[in-house]
């Protein structure tokens, strides 16, 4: 019995280590691009390098959020479909805490909303605060659903706007076009300028392609075969 | 009356090495938009751009002068040979108006300075050049032993698209 007891804790021990280390990498791997955009735009440490910071991370952080949802094989070996959900459904607090920063930063060291860049941007952040607080209010399971309070104001809101789980989880659909939006957003920034920035630039333009792609595959026909 | 000796004095140093950082004009150039000749006694040819500056005959001022062959935006970057740092003048002339902004180089962008230094300033296109000329006080850059410098120019009449043609220069003093 003992040998099996060994190899049940070390498997367990493995196991959690995986996930440590997927979540630390979930992390800190938007910190490659972060750093070929501050190298490439040469602008030492001040807000406006910060803003880069923060709006690279948030851009990787959207890109995740599709490639989370599409459910990857990949990291479902890692961690449980339920923690894949549970940072599905978490991350976006971060995004918009990120990408808020980032608006923030670039108005303090002088930047306007006079750009359809910036515009786009505004544009993009705006649909993702309503989409993820629609989501958090209609059909995450948070904290917040155990709440007999909240469970019922959920209720409320789905009866009064006729609303289904089915009809809410379709519109959070709307993240798609808006992943393209803060593409677009992405793409126009000065810091995106291919020939100075080839491979930050890249790598978030592919990593958007790729996530997206992932999350249409599931949906059109990887969801059932993936769920079982 | 020991301190006002002190700086009377530091004053007198002052003047003569702002007096020395470039080439006087024998009259100071007219901020108008117009790059005429002998205005600026220092004229440079980069990437098919004119460059012209001078020192005022009272040392307080530098004027600078950019002719390019654009009917967009043109514009010079004082301080820095790349836009990161570069204190930028940029313009535009729409005919019907024109356009001139102080910004600060961020990156590979720029966005309105909150410090306004330019005491003149003047954008004119004719024909296919556009001609942009401003002055700034001398003492902002004397300190130095070199003005680094970026000129560039853009096709459209805004601010904000990107360069068709930029160059950088440093300006050595003279002192």
Same mark, same amino acid.
């Given at each position: 019995?003992?040998?099996i007891?060994?190899?049940?804790?070390?498997?367990?021990?493995?196991?959690h280590m995986?996930?440590?280390?997927?979540y630390?990498g979930?992390?800190?791997?938007?910190?490659?691009?972060?750093?070929f955009?501050?190298?490439?735009?040469?602008?030492?440490?001040?807000?406006?390098?910060?803003?880069?910071v923060?709006?690279?991370?948030?851009?990787v952080?959207v890109c995740?959020?599709?490639y989370l949802?599409?459910?990857p094989?990949?990291?479902?070996k890692?961690?449980?479909?339920?923690?894949?959900?549970?940072?599905?459904?978490?991350s976006p607090?971060?995004?918009l805490?990120l990408?808020?920063?980032?608006?923030?930063?670039?108005l303090?060291?002088?930047?306007?909303?006079?750009?359809?860049?910036?515009v786009i941007?505004l544009?993009?952040?705006?649909l993702?605060?309503?989409?993820?607080?629609?989501?958090?209010?209609?059909?995450a399971?948070?904290?917040?659903?155990?709440?007999?309070?909240?469970a019922a104001i959920?209720?409320?809101?789905?009866?009064?706007?006729?609303?289904?789980h089915?009809?809410?989880?379709a519109?959070?659909?709307?993240m798609?076009?808006?992943?393209?939006?803060?593409?677009a957003h992405v793409?126009?920034?000065?810091?995106?300028?291919f020939?100075?920035?080839?491979?930050?630039?890249?790598?978030?333009?592919?990593?958007?392609?790729?996530?997206?792609?992932?999350?249409?595959?599931?949906?059109?026909?990887?969801?059932?075969r993936?769920g079982? | 009356?020991?301190?006002?000796?002190?700086?009377?004095l530091?004053?007198?140093?002052?003047?003569?090495?702002?007096?020395?950082i470039?080439?006087?004009?024998?009259?100071?150039?007219?901020?108008d938009?117009?790059?005429?000749?002998?205005?600026?006694?220092?004229?440079?040819?980069?990437r098919?751009?004119?460059?012209?500056?001078?020192? %005022? #005959?009272?040392?307080?001022? =530098?004027?600078?002068?950019?002719? $390019?062959?654009t009917?967009?935006w043109? &514009?010079?970057?004082?301080?820095s040979?790349?836009?990161?740092?570069?204190?930028?003048?940029?313009?535009?002339?729409?005919?019907?108006s024109q356009?001139?902004?102080?910004e600060?180089?961020?990156?590979?962008?720029?966005?309105?300075?909150r410090?306004?230094?330019?005491?003149?300033?003047?954008?004119?296109? %004719? #024909?296919?050049?556009?001609t =942009?000329?401003f002055?700034?006080p $001398?003492?902002l850059?004397?300190?130095? &032993?070199?003005?680094?410098?970026?000129?560039?120019?853009g096709?459209?009449d805004?601010?904000r698209?990107?360069?068709?043609?930029?160059?950088?220069?440093?300006?050595?003093?003279?002192?």
């Amino acid at each position: 019995m003992a040998p099996i007891a060994y190899k049940n804790t070390r498997v367990l021990w493995e196991d959690h280590m995986k996930q440590r280390l997927t979540y630390l990498g979930f992390f800190l791997t938007p910190f490659i691009p972060v750093i070929f955009y501050v190298v490439s735009a040469g602008t030492g440490y001040d807000a406006y390098a910060l803003s880069i910071v923060f709006g690279v991370y948030a851009f990787v952080l959207v890109c995740n959020q599709f490639y989370l949802a599409s459910q990857p094989a990949f990291l479902l070996k890692l961690l449980s479909a339920k923690q894949v959900r549970t940072l599905h459904s978490t991350s976006p607090l971060l995004l918009l805490a990120l990408g808020g920063t980032h608006a923030l930063l670039k108005l303090n060291v002088g930047f306007t909303l006079s750009t359809t860049q910036a515009v786009i941007g505004l544009l993009a952040f705006v649909l993702f605060f309503v989409g993820i607080l629609s989501a958090l209010m209609l059909f995450a399971n948070t904290i917040l659903t155990k709440r007999m309070a909240f469970a019922a104001i959920r209720t409320n809101v789905m009866t009064k706007g006729g609303l289904t789980h089915q009809k809410a989880r379709a519109m959070h659909n709307l993240m798609v076009p808006t992943g393209l939006l803060v593409l677009a957003h992405v793409v126009l920034a000065s810091t995106s300028d291919f020939t100075y920035n080839p491979w930050g630039m890249s790598m978030l333009v592919l990593w958007m392609v790729y996530s997206l792609l992932s999350y249409l595959n599931y949906r059109l026909s990887g969801r059932k075969r993936r769920g079982t | 009356m020991k301190k006002q000796l002190t700086i009377v004095l530091l004053i007198a140093l002052t003047l003569p090495l702002t007096a020395q950082i470039v080439p006087s004009a024998s009259v100071d150039p007219k901020v108008d938009g117009i790059f005429s000749n002998q205005e600026y006694p220092v004229v440079e040819q980069l990437r098919g751009m004119t460059m012209g500056y001078a020192l %005022s #005959g009272d040392g307080q001022t =530098l004027h600078f002068a950019l002719q $390019a062959p654009t009917k967009g935006w043109v &514009s010079i970057g004082l301080g820095s040979n790349r836009m990161q740092g570069a204190h930028i003048v940029i313009g535009f002339d729409a005919l019907t108006s024109q356009t001139i902004s102080e910004e600060t180089g961020r990156g590979h962008s720029h966005s309105p300075s909150r410090d306004k230094i330019v005491k003149q300033q003047a954008i004119k296109e %004719s #024909g296919n050049t556009t001609t =942009l000329e401003f002055s700034v006080p $001398a003492s902002l850059y004397a300190g130095g &032993s070199e003005l680094r410098m970026i000129l560039a120019y853009g096709t459209r009449d805004d601010l904000r698209s990107k360069h068709s043609t930029y160059a950088s220069h440093t300006i050595p003093f003279t002192k």
